[in-house]
């Protein structure tokens, strides 16, 4: 009922920069929370950062200062301005939506599909 379709993620020497977008589409009837999570091979999936419908954001400590999260409500969409990237933040990045759907105003969780982000040494 709800699709998130991610893109630009990509290859990036250490240093750079990367801006990854999310885009909701399909039965909403309101984007509650929205965030971005990663998981590289071996590992778990984890939080990266997260931003409420007012704009109130959270972030994992080592990304702080250097990845922003915002959004277009407008648009549906969610974005992670990456800079300074390490070769740490290699994995694949999803994004996650907490959506309320038109059917029976019920909320879920949603997420995208994933974009791999590499940074080379």
């Known amino acids: 009922q709800v699709q998130l379709v991610e893109s630009g993620g990509g290859l990036v020497q250490a240093g750079g920069s990367l801006k990854l977008s999310c885009a909701a589409s399909g039965s909403i009837f309101r984007i509650n929370d929205m965030g971005w999570y990663r998981q590289a091979p071996g590992n778990q999936r984890e939080l990266v950062a997260t931003?409420?419908?007012?704009?109130?954001?959270n972030y994992k400590e080592t990304v702080k200062g250097r990845f922003t999260i915002s959004r277009d409500n407008a648009k549906n969409t969610v974005y992670l301005q990456m800079n300074s990237l390490k070769p740490e933040d290699t994995a694949v990045y999803y994004c996650?939506?907490?959506?309320?759907?038109?059917?029976?105003?019920?909320?879920?969780?949603?997420w995208g599909q994933g974009t791999q982000v590499i940074v080379s040494s």
């Open positions: 996650n939506a907490e959506v309320t759907i038109r059917t029976g105003y019920i909320r879920q969780v949603y």
């Open positions: 931003i409420t419908a007012n704009g109130i954001t």
